[in-house]
């Protein structure tokens, strides 16, 4: 199976400014997907993130505080702009390696903001 | 959209005993449903999954049942150990690329040495 990384794996960060938090695969995929998983919580979508097109958001969740870039079919960032303390959270991407609607998660970004 | 139910919250088993999670879905166009299993500060990692066109799916000690015309969805796990523990989450989907998945809650399993 693919191998997923993140950078970086966990970050604390104050009230206001902004973190990019990068996605790499070693095998190109056409989706990528950025989730949320608040403590203790389920995971939920932030956005679809496809190679040459504007990534696609889910609902409560907006380009300004949450941009995406995907410059190319092994890479993607996410950017959380702005933070307030409601940012904390773990960050995950995952990638659809094997063609059939499997999804496979990165290890996770851990975002605390003071 | 989808809604994905998922019961008990919590679950305790003594080692050997069977553990049983369920998942109910709203969306009846859904046709993909993985499990994924996660460990306290670790990814989600996906243990089996089943398309609907079958009933009844087995890995080992887990398994995973379909009732698509209840629209509800289950893990079994057999003969359960320690390593189990974890909390356990359950998704839907539509079967076609890239669709997005929508999660249940997620159940935390304690298995009792």
């Known amino acids: 199976s693919a191998v997923i990384s993140q950078k970086p794996s966990r970050d604390i960060c104050q009230r206001g400014t902004s973190l990019t938090i990068q996605c790499q695969v070693d095998?190109?995929?056409?989706?990528m997907f950025w989730y949320r998983q608040q403590p203790g919580q389920s995971l939920t979508l932030i956005a679809t993130?496809?190679?040459?097109?504007?990534?696609?958001?889910e609902s409560g969740f907006v380009i300004d505080k949450f941009p995406i870039s995907r410059p190319n079919l092994t890479f993607s960032t996410l950017t959380v702009s702005n933070m307030s303390p409601e940012d904390s959270s773990i960050y995950l991407c995952?990638?659809?390696?094997?063609?059939?609607?499997?999804?496979?998660f990165g290890p996770g970004t851990r975002l605390t903001v003071l | 959209g989808e809604n994905v139910e998922q019961h008990p919250s919590t679950l305790s088993v003594q080692e050997g005993d069977s553990a049983v999670i369920k998942c109910t879905y709203s969306?009846?166009?859904?046709?993909?449903f993985p499990w994924y299993k996660q460990e306290l500060g670790k990814r989600p990692q996906l243990i089996i999954d089943?398309?609907?066109?079958?009933g009844e799916k087995k890995d080992q000690r887990i398994a995973v049942t379909l009732n698509k015309t209840a629209k509800h969805f289950s893990l079994h796990i057999t003969e359960t150990q320690p390593e189990d523990s974890a909390v356990y989450f359950c998704?839907?989907?539509?079967?076609?690329?890239?669709?997005?998945?929508?999660f249940g809650t997620g159940t935390s399993l304690t298995v009792i040495p």
């Open positions: 998704a839907a989907s539509i079967n076609r690329r890239g669709n997005q998945f929508y």
């Open positions: 089943i398309r609907s066109n079958v």
């Open positions: 095998s190109q995929v056409t989706m």
């Open positions: 993130a496809n190679q040459g097109s504007e990534a696609t958001y």
């Open positions: 969306d009846s166009a859904s046709n993909y």
């Open positions: 995952s990638v659809d390696t094997s063609g059939y609607n499997e999804q496979f």
